[in-house]
Protein backbone atom coordinates (compact mmCIF):
# COMPACT_ATOMS: atom_id res chain seq x y z
CA UNK A 1 0.00 0.00 0.00
CA UNK A 2 1.66 3.07 -1.23
CA UNK A 3 0.00 4.90 1.35
CA UNK A 4 -2.02 5.05 4.37
CA UNK A 5 -5.14 7.07 5.92
CA UNK A 6 -4.00 10.52 6.95
CA UNK A 7 -0.23 9.11 6.60
CA UNK A 8 1.78 11.00 8.89
CA UNK A 9 0.02 9.81 12.13
CA UNK A 10 -0.44 6.27 10.87
CA UNK A 11 3.26 5.73 9.17
CA UNK A 12 3.75 4.71 5.39
CA UNK A 13 5.10 1.49 4.99
CA UNK A 14 7.35 1.35 1.84
CA UNK A 15 10.68 -0.40 0.16
CA UNK A 16 13.03 0.56 -1.76
CA UNK A 17 13.20 2.36 -4.47
CA UNK A 18 14.91 2.58 -7.94
CA UNK A 19 14.64 5.65 -9.73
CA UNK A 20 16.25 7.24 -12.99
CA UNK A 21 17.18 11.00 -13.91
CA UNK A 22 14.90 12.20 -15.90
CA UNK A 23 15.33 11.89 -19.28
CA UNK A 24 19.55 11.24 -19.22
CA UNK A 25 21.86 8.91 -19.13
CA UNK A 26 22.82 7.53 -16.05
CA UNK A 27 24.64 5.40 -13.93
CA UNK A 28 23.90 3.70 -10.49
CA UNK A 29 26.58 4.23 -7.64
CA UNK A 30 27.14 1.60 -4.92
CA UNK A 31 25.24 3.94 -2.27
CA UNK A 32 21.90 2.86 -4.24
CA UNK A 33 21.78 6.30 -5.79
CA UNK A 34 20.68 6.74 -9.86
CA UNK A 35 23.06 10.17 -10.82
CA UNK A 36 22.15 12.18 -13.82
CA UNK A 37 25.31 13.03 -15.92
CA UNK A 38 25.82 16.78 -15.93
CA UNK A 39 28.98 19.33 -15.36
CA UNK A 40 26.31 21.67 -13.38
CA UNK A 41 28.18 24.36 -11.97
CA UNK A 42 25.94 25.21 -9.50
CA UNK A 43 26.79 21.66 -6.66
CA UNK A 44 24.91 18.43 -6.45
CA UNK A 45 21.46 17.94 -5.05
CA UNK A 46 20.65 14.16 -3.87
CA UNK A 47 16.80 13.73 -4.34
CA UNK A 48 14.85 11.11 -1.86
CA UNK A 49 11.90 9.50 -3.51
CA UNK A 50 9.49 7.02 -1.84
CA UNK A 51 8.57 3.87 -3.45
CA UNK A 52 4.93 5.06 -5.59
CA UNK A 53 4.81 5.65 -8.79
CA UNK A 54 4.12 9.73 -8.01
CA UNK A 55 6.69 10.24 -6.21
CA UNK A 56 8.93 8.91 -8.90
CA UNK A 57 8.01 10.91 -11.24
CA UNK A 58 8.04 14.42 -8.80
CA UNK A 59 11.63 13.02 -8.09
CA UNK A 60 12.86 13.35 -12.06
CA UNK A 61 10.60 16.77 -12.55
CA UNK A 62 12.78 17.80 -9.29
CA UNK A 63 15.91 16.37 -11.33
CA UNK A 64 15.20 17.45 -14.83
CA UNK A 65 14.80 20.91 -14.15
CA UNK A 66 17.77 21.58 -11.35
CA UNK A 67 19.83 19.99 -14.43
CA UNK A 68 18.62 22.52 -16.41
CA UNK A 69 19.61 25.64 -13.61
CA UNK A 70 22.94 24.27 -13.54
CA UNK A 71 22.77 21.91 -10.99
CA UNK A 72 23.83 17.60 -10.87
CA UNK A 73 21.15 16.38 -8.86
CA UNK A 74 20.90 12.51 -8.31
CA UNK A 75 17.89 10.19 -7.26
CA UNK A 76 18.54 8.24 -4.27
CA UNK A 77 16.80 4.74 -2.90
CA UNK A 78 15.24 4.91 0.37
CA UNK A 79 12.10 3.28 1.63
CA UNK A 80 9.72 5.42 4.31
CA UNK A 81 9.52 8.85 5.93
CA UNK A 82 10.82 7.57 8.69
CA UNK A 83 13.54 7.01 7.24
CA UNK A 84 13.71 10.01 4.40
CA UNK A 85 13.01 13.11 7.17
CA UNK A 86 15.82 11.90 9.33
CA UNK A 87 18.34 12.07 6.40
CA UNK A 88 16.83 14.85 5.10
CA UNK A 89 17.65 16.44 8.35
CA UNK A 90 21.15 15.26 8.52
CA UNK A 91 21.86 16.31 5.11
CA UNK A 92 22.59 12.82 3.58
CA UNK A 93 19.82 14.04 0.82
CA UNK A 94 19.21 17.47 0.36
CA UNK A 95 15.47 17.56 -1.39
CA UNK A 96 12.22 15.81 -1.05
CA UNK A 97 8.63 15.85 -2.67
CA UNK A 98 6.50 16.05 0.04
CA UNK A 99 2.96 16.06 1.25
CA UNK A 100 2.05 19.18 2.89
CA UNK A 101 -0.36 18.31 5.81
CA UNK A 102 1.73 14.85 6.34
CA UNK A 103 5.02 16.09 7.29
CA UNK A 104 3.33 18.63 9.11
CA UNK A 105 1.77 16.18 10.86
CA UNK A 106 4.85 13.85 10.83
CA UNK A 107 6.90 16.61 12.41
CA UNK A 108 4.71 18.09 15.23
CA UNK A 109 4.01 13.83 16.73
CA UNK A 110 7.91 13.43 16.23
CA UNK A 111 8.44 16.60 18.63
CA UNK A 112 5.04 17.03 20.20
CA UNK A 113 3.97 13.46 21.35
CA UNK A 114 0.84 11.33 19.76
CA UNK A 115 -1.60 13.35 21.38
CA UNK A 116 -0.23 17.01 20.09
CA UNK A 117 -2.54 18.87 18.97
CA UNK A 118 -3.23 18.74 15.53
CA UNK A 119 -1.45 22.06 13.51
CA UNK A 120 -2.34 20.74 9.79
CA UNK A 121 -5.95 21.84 8.38
CA UNK A 122 -7.33 22.52 5.14
CA UNK A 123 -6.10 26.05 5.15
CA UNK A 124 -2.91 25.52 2.74
CA UNK A 125 -1.29 29.43 3.68
CA UNK A 126 -1.94 28.31 7.81
CA UNK A 127 -0.41 24.51 7.44
CA UNK A 128 2.47 26.02 5.42
CA UNK A 129 3.53 28.43 8.27
CA UNK A 130 3.09 25.63 11.02
CA UNK A 131 5.23 23.32 9.17
CA UNK A 132 8.01 26.10 8.73
CA UNK A 133 8.39 26.70 12.19
CA UNK A 134 8.86 22.99 12.69
CA UNK A 135 11.12 22.69 9.88
CA UNK A 136 12.72 25.46 10.86
CA UNK A 137 14.89 23.95 13.86
CA UNK A 138 15.58 20.86 11.86
CA UNK A 139 17.61 23.01 9.10
CA UNK A 140 14.51 22.23 6.60
CA UNK A 141 12.85 24.30 4.54
CA UNK A 142 9.32 23.91 2.61
CA UNK A 143 9.48 25.99 -0.84
CA UNK A 144 5.41 27.25 -2.02
CA UNK A 145 3.31 24.13 -2.46
CA UNK A 146 2.28 22.90 -5.51
CA UNK A 147 -1.89 23.34 -6.78
CA UNK A 148 -1.63 19.77 -7.04
CA UNK A 149 -2.74 17.82 -3.90
CA UNK A 150 -2.60 14.20 -3.72
CA UNK A 151 -4.95 13.51 -0.27
CA UNK A 152 -7.48 11.40 1.05
CA UNK A 153 -11.15 11.41 -0.86
CA UNK A 154 -14.19 9.79 -1.58
CA UNK A 155 -15.06 8.43 -4.62
CA UNK A 156 -18.71 6.34 -6.23
CA UNK A 157 -19.09 4.61 -9.23
CA UNK A 158 -19.95 6.94 -12.29
CA UNK A 159 -22.96 4.88 -12.61
CA UNK A 160 -23.69 5.53 -9.46
CA UNK A 161 -23.32 9.74 -9.51
CA UNK A 162 -24.89 9.91 -13.13
CA UNK A 163 -27.99 8.18 -11.21
CA UNK A 164 -28.52 10.11 -8.00
CA UNK A 165 -26.89 13.54 -9.48
CA UNK A 166 -23.83 13.62 -7.41
CA UNK A 167 -20.80 15.96 -7.89
CA UNK A 168 -20.07 16.89 -4.17
CA UNK A 169 -20.31 15.29 -0.38
CA UNK A 170 -22.67 17.79 0.50
CA UNK A 171 -24.94 16.11 -2.09
CA UNK A 172 -24.99 12.82 -0.29
CA UNK A 173 -27.09 14.53 2.84
CA UNK A 174 -30.59 13.72 1.47
CA UNK A 175 -29.43 10.14 -0.42
CA UNK A 176 -32.14 7.86 1.72
CA UNK A 177 -30.76 4.51 -0.17
CA UNK A 178 -28.52 1.63 0.43
CA UNK A 179 -25.08 3.48 1.70
CA UNK A 180 -22.15 1.63 2.79
CA UNK A 181 -18.68 3.23 3.22
CA UNK A 182 -15.89 1.19 2.49
CA UNK A 183 -12.37 1.82 3.69
CA UNK A 184 -9.69 1.03 6.54
CA UNK A 185 -10.26 -0.75 9.24
CA UNK A 186 -9.39 2.53 11.63
CA UNK A 187 -11.55 4.67 9.44
CA UNK A 188 -15.09 4.27 11.70
CA UNK A 189 -12.68 6.03 14.37
CA UNK A 190 -10.89 8.36 12.35
CA UNK A 191 -12.10 12.28 12.32
CA UNK A 192 -11.05 12.92 8.50
CA UNK A 193 -13.47 9.54 7.63
CA UNK A 194 -16.47 8.10 8.62
CA UNK A 195 -17.25 10.25 11.50
CA UNK A 196 -15.79 13.16 9.85
CA UNK A 197 -18.30 12.34 6.93
CA UNK A 198 -21.56 12.61 9.43
CA UNK A 199 -20.64 15.36 11.14
CA UNK A 200 -19.14 17.41 8.33
CA UNK A 201 -21.90 16.88 5.80
CA UNK A 202 -24.84 14.75 7.92
CA UNK A 203 -24.00 11.72 5.31
CA UNK A 204 -26.44 8.77 6.77
CA UNK A 205 -24.27 5.13 6.24
CA UNK A 206 -25.95 2.58 6.49
CA UNK A 207 -23.49 0.29 7.06
CA UNK A 208 -19.33 0.16 7.00
CA UNK A 209 -17.21 -2.49 5.14
CA UNK A 210 -13.00 -2.76 6.43
CA UNK A 211 -11.10 -2.80 3.57
CA UNK A 212 -7.42 -0.99 2.28
CA UNK A 213 -7.01 2.69 2.00
CA UNK A 214 -7.19 3.69 -1.46
CA UNK A 215 -6.20 0.08 -2.76
CA UNK A 216 -7.79 -2.59 -4.86
CA UNK A 217 -10.05 -4.13 -2.60
CA UNK A 218 -11.96 -0.87 -2.01
CA UNK A 219 -11.87 -0.05 -5.91
CA UNK A 220 -13.32 -3.66 -6.59
CA UNK A 221 -15.75 -3.19 -3.83
CA UNK A 222 -17.39 -0.31 -5.54
CA UNK A 223 -17.54 -1.73 -8.97
CA UNK A 224 -18.81 -4.58 -7.69
CA UNK A 225 -21.45 -2.33 -5.84
CA UNK A 226 -20.16 -3.64 -2.48
CA UNK A 227 -20.00 -0.23 -1.30
CA UNK A 228 -21.07 3.02 -2.49
CA UNK A 229 -18.46 5.35 -1.41
CA UNK A 230 -15.14 4.52 -0.83
CA UNK A 231 -11.88 6.49 0.37
CA UNK A 232 -9.46 6.70 -2.34
CA UNK A 233 -6.68 9.54 -3.30
CA UNK A 234 -7.04 12.00 -5.17
CA UNK A 235 -4.25 11.91 -7.52
CA UNK A 236 -4.65 8.27 -7.93
CA UNK A 237 -4.38 7.56 -11.88
CA UNK A 238 -6.77 4.74 -11.50
CA UNK A 239 -9.94 6.34 -11.22
CA UNK A 240 -10.71 7.49 -14.21
CA UNK A 241 -9.95 4.19 -15.67
CA UNK A 242 -12.09 2.14 -13.40
CA UNK A 243 -15.24 4.43 -13.97
CA UNK A 244 -14.87 5.52 -10.91
CA UNK A 245 -15.84 9.29 -9.82
CA UNK A 246 -14.30 11.34 -6.64
CA UNK A 247 -16.60 13.86 -5.14
CA UNK A 248 -15.63 16.67 -4.52
CA UNK A 249 -14.68 18.13 -0.49
CA UNK A 250 -16.97 20.76 -0.85
CA UNK A 251 -16.76 21.97 2.94
CA UNK A 252 -12.65 21.04 3.11
CA UNK A 253 -13.05 18.14 5.58
CA UNK A 254 -9.27 16.69 4.54
CA UNK A 255 -6.08 18.33 5.26
CA UNK A 256 -4.16 20.51 2.44
CA UNK A 257 -1.69 17.70 1.51
CA UNK A 258 -0.40 19.90 -1.86
CA UNK A 259 2.99 18.86 -3.35
CA UNK A 260 5.52 20.54 -1.49
CA UNK A 261 9.18 20.61 -2.37
CA UNK A 262 11.62 20.49 0.98
CA UNK A 263 14.91 21.29 1.33
CA UNK A 264 18.07 20.97 3.30
CA UNK A 265 18.86 24.38 4.25
CA UNK A 266 22.71 23.80 3.19
CA UNK A 267 21.24 23.49 -0.27
CA UNK A 268 19.54 27.07 -0.23
CA UNK A 269 19.71 29.46 -2.94
CA UNK A 270 17.70 31.71 -5.55
CA UNK A 271 18.55 29.59 -8.21
CA UNK A 272 17.34 26.34 -6.71
CA UNK A 273 14.29 27.60 -5.07
CA UNK A 274 13.64 29.12 -8.36
CA UNK A 275 13.84 26.32 -10.28
CA UNK A 276 11.60 24.33 -8.10
CA UNK A 277 9.03 26.47 -7.74
CA UNK A 278 8.68 26.03 -11.56
CA UNK A 279 7.75 22.81 -11.31
CA UNK A 280 5.49 23.17 -8.73
CA UNK A 281 3.62 25.91 -10.14
CA UNK A 282 3.58 24.12 -13.47
CA UNK A 283 1.62 20.62 -11.59
CA UNK A 284 -2.36 20.53 -11.11
CA UNK A 285 -4.10 17.62 -9.71
CA UNK A 286 -5.88 16.64 -12.69
CA UNK A 287 -2.74 16.51 -14.61
CA UNK A 288 -1.13 14.77 -11.86
CA UNK A 289 -3.92 11.98 -11.86
CA UNK A 290 -3.26 11.73 -15.54
CA UNK A 291 0.95 11.56 -15.05
CA UNK A 292 0.08 8.99 -11.78
CA UNK A 293 -1.95 6.85 -15.04
CA UNK A 294 0.80 6.64 -17.36
CA UNK A 295 3.26 4.99 -15.05
CA UNK A 296 0.98 3.23 -12.68
CA UNK A 297 -1.52 1.71 -14.86
CA UNK A 298 -0.21 2.26 -18.58
CA UNK A 299 3.25 1.44 -17.20
CA UNK A 300 5.33 4.21 -18.66
CA UNK A 301 8.69 4.86 -17.55
CA UNK A 302 8.57 7.35 -15.02
CA UNK A 303 11.43 9.48 -16.24
CA UNK A 304 10.26 10.32 -19.57
CA UNK A 305 6.32 10.85 -18.31
CA UNK A 306 8.17 13.53 -16.35
CA UNK A 307 10.58 14.91 -19.18
CA UNK A 308 7.47 14.96 -21.45
CA UNK A 309 5.31 17.09 -19.11
CA UNK A 310 7.99 19.31 -18.20
CA UNK A 311 8.68 19.91 -21.98
CA UNK A 312 4.58 20.11 -22.72
CA UNK A 313 5.12 23.17 -19.99
CA UNK A 314 8.19 24.76 -21.74
CA UNK A 315 10.21 23.89 -18.46
CA UNK A 316 11.79 20.52 -20.05
Known sequence: MRRTLNRALLGVVATALVATGCGTSSSSSSSGSTSTKSSGAKGSVTIAAFNFGESTILANMYADQLKRAGFTPTIKKLTNREVV?????????????????????????????????????????????????????????????????????????????????????????????????????????????????????????????????????????????????????????????????VLTDDKKLQNADNIVPVINTKVNSPELVAALNKVSAALTTSELVALNKKVDVDRADPAKVAQEFLASKGLG
Not at 89 to 104: A, D, F, H, I, K
Not at 135 to 144: D, F, G, H, I, S
Open 85 to 245: EPALQRGEVQLVPEYLSTLTEFINVKKNGPNAKPLASSDVNATLAALQALAAPRNLKALTPSPATDQNAFAVTQDFASKNHLTTLSDLKGYNGKLVLGGPPECPKRPYCQPGLEKTYGIAFTGFTPLDAGGPLTKTALQQGKVQLGLVFSSDGGIDALKLK
